[in-house]
């Protein structure tokens, strides 16, 4: 058993609480690989803002969970290096499916965990993601859990449509599970393509698609019934089409595109929405910057000649999401 405490890790509690109050949302980031994690930590170091390192079922099968968590320890102490003094760094278990899982990331030293139910019938939901929260508060780990089911790919969790979080059940759900946090469905969804062209319109000028606006009304209601209560978006990478055209014209093939427009994530940081997860946009960057490279100089062969530059223009777009879009800089001096 180790705490997540002894590693320097924070869990969200009173990351969210801050949040909520203060009107800006806390970055949750995924990360796979060392340029990835580094890119996080510079990000967040230089704009000292408290962040949320996330690992999926797809990171630990990829990386490896142990080398993962031993990285995030390192990330404590890199970031201290970068001249951080106090850095609030949460290591999140991203979309958690069982129960056995959950209880190693918390065993292991994880400082928080999702406990994804979302694709199981209501009771079923609740009965595992009560589980989790009893196990996981006697080592003042927090939870996440997920109420309504987003469109697309969740991780093995596959819906042909998005199903809203109905707000009449997320008092119950929230009061019989003791979850500390609740990510709901308003129209987000997983990956570079969310939405289909036959959901959007076209940009005349520019041919681009245009999405439909997220269901703030959802939203609203939620927070009504919840007053204060710590809401999470997944599937918030707004996929910037500065990336997608650099992809296409060397070499990709991305077409159509489209994620979540930088004004509603925005709007959504002020409200009781106090993370937003953000992991294709960290997927283009780094393809871009790699593609780029390959095409300008086909005789590179020394990755860190084409990772280097990815793993900067990654730490681009952190900046741009902490300071642009989420508002969490300068949030943990
Ligand atoms: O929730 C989805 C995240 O983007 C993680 O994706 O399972 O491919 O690592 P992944
Ligand atoms: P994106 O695919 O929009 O980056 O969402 C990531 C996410 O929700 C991770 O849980
Ligand atoms: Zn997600």
Not at 320 to 332: F, P, T, W, Y
Request: with cysteine; aromatic share 8%.
């Amino acid at each position: 058993m180790v705490s997540y405490k002894e590693l320097g890790l924070v869990n969200t509690r009173e990351m969210f609480a801050k949040a909520i109050n203060g009107g800006y949302a806390i970055p949750a980031f995924n990360f796979n690989n060392m340029e990835q994690l580094q890119a996080i930590i510079k990000a967040s170091a230089e704009t000292k803002s408290p962040v949320i390192l996330q690992v999926s079922k797809g990171a630990r099968n990829y990386a490896n969970q142990t080398l993962l968590r031993y990285m995030a320890q390192g990330a404590v102490e890199y970031a201290k290096e970068l001249g951080w003094e106090h850095p609030q760094i949460c290591l999140h278990l991203d979309h958690g499916d069982t129960f056995e899982v959950c209880k190693s990331c918390v065993d292991f030293g994880f400082s928080s965990v999702m406990i994804d139910g979302s694709s199981l019938p209501y009771e079923e939901n609740i009965a595992l993601t009560k589980k989790v929260v009893e196990y996981a508060h006697q080592y003042d780990v927090t939870v996440e859990a997920e109420l309504g089911v987003l469109a697309g790919v969740e991780d093995d969790v596959q819906a042909e449509e998005s199903h809203y979080t109905k707000p009449e059940e997320v008092i119950d759900f929230a009061t019989r599970t003791g979850c500390d946090s609740l990510a709901i469905s308003i129209g987000t969804s997983h990956g570079a393509y969310k939405f289909k062209p036959e959901q959007c319109t076209r940009d005349p000028q520019t041919g681009k698609l245009v999405p439909p606006p997220l269901a703030f009304d959802v939203l609203d209601a939620i927070m009504e019934k919840l007053p204060g209560f710590p809401i999470v978006l997944h599937g918030s990478s707004s996929v910037p089409q500065e990336y997608v055209d650099i992809i296409n014209t060397h070499g990709g093939k991305m077409p159509d595109a489209v994620g979540i427009p930088e004004e509603q994530l925005r709007k959504a940081a002020k409200s009781a929405v106090c993370k937003i997860n953000i992991d294709s946009d960290s997927r283009l960057a780094f393809t871009a910057a790699v593609r780029k490279v390959f095409v300008e100089k086909p005789g590179e062969f020394d990755p860190r000649k084409y990772c280097g530059p990815a793993r900067d223009e990654m730490t681009k777009l952190y900046k741009h999401k902490i300071i642009e879009v989420l508002g969490s800089d300068g949030k943990a001096e």
